[in-house]
């Protein structure tokens, strides 16, 4: 996965401007080149951009993460009680809150049938736009499970 869409994942996520997570790093065209993939950043830019976000850039424990995620996935698409898939959403929002994943996106993607399985259209709805933003670095798992505009 590349980090420029996690970078602006992220910095959706906690509501910063480009202009708010450049400041004293890069200019804000550098981060929406850096974000959008048109150019590669140096490491150290990469580390200051998550250090600022609050995120690690090597997710420790990537196999973990994934049986987690794919056991959410699949208890959005089975009959499972509302509360085990709420127990395991709050267990993986945490763990994607500081980490770097392969798997957020996937994570994000499946939000958006997680809020209309709670009838929270409102939630929904913003979670679509938020990722309409990212779709164009969707691989192709992501643009499977993703959204159309």
């Known amino acids: 996965m590349e980090i420029g869409p996690l970078i602006k994942l992220h910095r959706i996520k906690q509501s910063m401007t480009q202009e ?47 049986e987690k995620a794919e056991e959410w996935f699949a208890l959005l698409y089975d009959a499972h009680s509302r509360e085990e898939r709420d127990a395991k959403y709050q267990e993986l929002e945490q763990l994607f809150k500081n980490s770097n994943s392969d798997y957020e996106i996937l994570f994000e993607i499946h939000k958006i049938r997680y809020y209309l399985l709670r009838n929270e ?17 969707f691989d192709t798992r992501q643009s499977f499970f993703g959204i159309s505009t």
């Open 20 to 66: 708010d997570l450049a400041a004293g790093i890069v200019s804000e065209s550098y981060l929406s080149k850096i974000e959008n993939q048109k150019t590669d950043a140096s490491p150290e830019v990469i580390a200051l951009l998550c250090e600022r976000l609050g995120i690690q850039l090597n997710a420790e424990n990537e196999d973990m993460i994934k």
């Open 121 to 137: 259209n409102e939630k929904t709805r913003e979670q679509i736009e938020k990722l309409t933003n990212l779709e164009y670095s």
